[in-house]
């Protein structure tokens, strides 16, 4: 965040420096209200751009094997523009290399969810999903799979024919 705003500044700097110069060579031709002016605008286009090229970046900087599941697209009244073409405010991602399915049912998978956000710090939680009755169960970190039986007391989620975690990890 810090360097973001550092490159705005700059941005800024950079865009008034540029009319200023521009200014020079034209003898004072240019009205003066012209170099702020640029200086807004090029601010405004870098935090536009920083908005729109996050999900972009982060999604390249993935490791083999997570593989994101779902996006989230955010539309805000003070982002006028977002309106046109929303930007991914946060996702969702599986780690698929780990997955470990269990040995008496073989369609239930255990898997690593990992959540990114715009402006938050990524966070990470374990996941049973089934691919057998399409359902799925966040669980608390120390969950494993042993014995016959699946873990107790999980809170399932039907998952509908559109469920991105459940499409992500069962392939279909």
């Not at 929303?86 to 991602?93: G, T």
Request: with cysteine; charged share 20%; net charge positive.
């Amino acid at each position: 965040m810090f360097l973001e705003l550092i490159a705005v500044i700059f941005a800024g700097i950079a865009a008034a420096g540029v009319v200023i110069l521009l200014n020079r060579t034209l003898k004072g031709r240019l009205p003066r209200w012209m170099a702020p002016v640029a200086a807004g605008l090029a601010m405004i286009g870098v935090t536009i751009a920083s908005e729109y090229g996050w999900y972009g970046r982060t999604k390249a900087a993935l490791p083999e094997g997570l593989e994101v599941a779902e996006t989230v697209e955010k539309q805000s009244f003070y982002r006028p523009w977002t309106y046109a073409v929303p930007y991914v405010d946060r996702f969702a991602a599986i780690d698929t290399a780990t997955m470990k399915s269990h040995e008496a049912h073989p369609q239930v998978y255990l898997a690593e969810v990992y959540f990114f956000g715009r402006w938050a710090p990524v966070s990470r939680r374990p996941a049973v999903l089934d691919c057998g009755k399409w359902r799925r169960a966040l669980v608390a970190s120390n969950v494993v799979f042993s014995g016959n039986s699946l873990p107790k007391g999980l809170d399932w989620i039907a998952g509908g024919p559109d469920d991105a975690l459940l499409t992500t990890a069962c392939g279909g």
